[in-house]
């Protein structure tokens, strides 16, 4: 077994740190042909990405121009702690409003601690926001993944 081979994730472990980690860098191709790399709150859903962004920002500019886009999701401090998943994606961007306030509400029951649904001043305020917004769904062509852990300190 080569040593690639040994530090691969298996579906399971990808779909555990997908849904441990916070955030995922999403790296869409710029207007003047630099990666263009962007630091974002997500969903997992199914084993893909799911972010949601203003609806005029660059990076949705770059995905309407070329909808490729590379997902990096990582973790760990040293070296041999690494572990992510580096993610070819296809983006499909979604404007309808239900899509839109749907994953908005997903995306905050995610990362606001201790609540279960959005209700009041707070689904009010999702709602002024949604027109404003898109979700992005990266559908994954290629997928690497590492984890430096099952090296077990051996380089």
Same mark, same amino acid.
């Given at each position: 077994?080569?040593?690639?081979?040994?530090?691969?994730?298996?579906?399971?472990?990808?779909?555990?740190?997908?849904? +441990? *980690?916070r955030?995922?860098?999403?790296?869409?191709?710029?207007?003047? %042909? #630099?990666?263009?790399?962007?630091?974002?709150? &997500?969903?997992?859903?199914?084993?893909?990405?799911?972010?949601?962004?203003?609806?005029?920002?660059?990076?949705?500019?770059n995905?309407?121009?070329?909808p490729?886009?590379?997902?990096?999701?990582?973790?760990?401090?040293?070296?041999g702690?690494?572990?992510?998943a580096?993610?070819e +994606? *296809?983006?499909?961007?979604?404007?309808?409003?239900?899509?839109?306030? %749907? #994953?908005?509400?997903?995306?905050?029951?995610? &990362?606001?601690?201790?609540?279960?649904?959005?209700?009041?001043?707070?689904?009010?305020?999702?709602?002024?926001q949604?027109?404003?917004r898109?979700a992005?769904r990266f559908?994954?062509?290629?997928?690497?993944t590492w984890?430096?852990?099952?090296?077990?300190?051996?380089?």
């Amino acid at each position: 077994m080569s040593r690639r081979d040994r530090i691969r994730l298996s579906e399971a472990e990808l779909l555990e740190l997908l849904d +441990a *980690e916070r955030v995922a860098v999403v790296c869409s191709n710029g207007p003047r %042909g #630099f990666p263009h790399s962007m630091p974002l709150w &997500y969903v997992p859903r199914d084993g893909e990405v799911w972010i949601w962004t203003y609806a005029k920002s660059q990076k949705v500019r770059n995905l309407e121009r070329d909808p490729r886009a590379t997902v990096l999701v990582e973790a760990g401090r040293e070296y041999g702690e690494l572990r992510g998943a580096m993610i070819e +994606a *296809e983006a499909e961007i979604h404007r309808d409003f239900e899509t839109v306030l %749907g #994953f908005a509400e997903e995306l905050t029951v995610r &990362y606001a601690d201790g609540i279960e649904s959005v209700e009041g001043d707070a689904k009010a305020a999702l709602e002024a926001q949604a027109p404003k917004r898109v979700a992005i769904r990266f559908r994954p062509s290629r997928v690497a993944t590492w984890d430096h852990r099952k090296l077990g300190g051996a380089y």
